[in-house]
């Protein structure tokens, strides 16, 4: 079991690896239910064949082209999924969610579908393309903060002030079981599944892709996947609870300071390893996905491949593995310059 230099993972109430109905804080059937919520108001994205990335890594691999999701990332499952538990008068008031971009487009979203008043709370270094797509959801866009830990204080004083509720983009179990959904879509596209590579940062789409993979198939590897520079799960599993972490990555949609404490102890037994990948990596990364399978991801979409190309994950010549590509929102002068042959 490889876990980024972190060492063993962390015996929890249930066997690592093995999901456990009897003491879960999230069950399978949560999931389903949040599957059957937002199954007409998300897209069913494509599970793509990637040959030349099979021959290199021995194995069959596919791409989970999640960056092809309503507002282009995962994070629509969960912001959907959360919404639509709100009662009237809470959904008359409004709600706040603090983001660096792609859940607060996605909660942005959501809310104009649902008529729900929305304030995101940005600060000014966001990526623009990110910025300018959550004002054009319909968000009012606050920009006080001057980086993400103020912009949770500031959230959290809109949210007395005005009586907002607010979104957390991971933390929390409606959330997570919106993006477990994305679990459960993989193995109806495809049966045999024997590795998911999953991208972690706040851990909200690990915690619920873990619980419906294992729960689903329980022989199924979870292979959590983060970049070195911002090692939120590693140094939680070193320090055995979530702590801070200093983000400095160009994956600005993996930048969670910490690891959410529900994600970590909802997903961190079933994981069965963590690698972390370098911004070198994720760069060529990226620019594998452009060339070879015509995919124009973010830097955070790209970090499961980024594993795979650098041999960082060990899978066995007869499996099957999945590679979560959880988004696409990357600004063009950001593309053209990770693109760029000189970034290599």
Not at 67 to 96: C, I, N, W
Not at 311 to 323: K, L, N, Q
Request: hydrophobic share 45%; net charge negative; aromatic share 4%.
């Amino acid at each position: 079991m490889r876990c980024g230099g972190a060492g063993p993972l962390p015996r929890r109430p249930h066997s690592v690896g093995a999901y456990n109905s009897d003491v879960a804080q999230l069950r399978l059937s949560d999931i389903a239910a949040a599957r059957a919520a937002i199954r007409d108001r998300i897209h069913t994205t494509p599970l793509l064949s990637a040959r030349t990335l099979s021959e290199q890594v021995g194995t069959e691999v596919l791409l989970k082209a999640e960056l092809f999701q309503r507002t282009g990332s995962f994070k629509t499952r969960g912001a959907f999924t959360k919404l639509l538990q709100l009662d009237p008068e809470r959904r008359s008031r409004g709600v706040v969610a603090v983001s660096s971009g792609n859940h607060a487009q996605a909660v942005a979203y959501c809310a104009e579908q649902l008529r729900i008043p929305c304030v995101t709370v940005m600060w000014p270094s966001v990526s623009p393309q990110k910025l300018a797509a959550t004002r054009a959801y319909g968000a009012t866009v606050d920009l006080e903060a001057a980086d993400g830990v103020e912009a949770i204080d500031r959230a959290e004083i809109l949210a007395r002030e005005r009586g907002l509720t607010p979104i957390p983009a991971y933390d929390d179990l409606d959330v997570i079981a919106g993006q477990g959904t994305l679990g459960l879509e993989i193995l109806d596209q495809k049966e045999q599944v024997d590795a998911v590579l999953v991208p972690v940062s706040g851990g909200g789409l690990l915690a619920g892709v873990a619980v419906s993979v294992k729960a689903t198939r329980p022989g199924a590897r979870i292979i959590a996947v983060e970049p070195e520079s911002s090692p939120a799960l590693t140094s939680a599993l070193a320090a055995g609870r979530p702590v801070y972490v200093q983000h400095d990555s160009i994956a600005d949609g993996l930048g969670a300071p910490e690891i959410g404490t529900l994600c970590f102890d909802v997903g961190a037994p079933l994981v069965d390893s963590v690698v972390t990948v370098s911004d070198k990596e994720i760069v060529e990364a990226m620019q594998w996905l452009f060339h070879y399978a015509k995919l124009a991801v973010e830097p955070a979409g790209a970090v499961t491949t980024a594993a795979l190309l650098g041999s960082r994950v060990d899978i066995r010549p007869d499996d099957t593995a999945v590679a979560i590509v959880s988004g696409g929102n990357v600004d063009l002068a950001q593309a053209a310059e990770y693109l760029a042959p000189s970034s290599r």
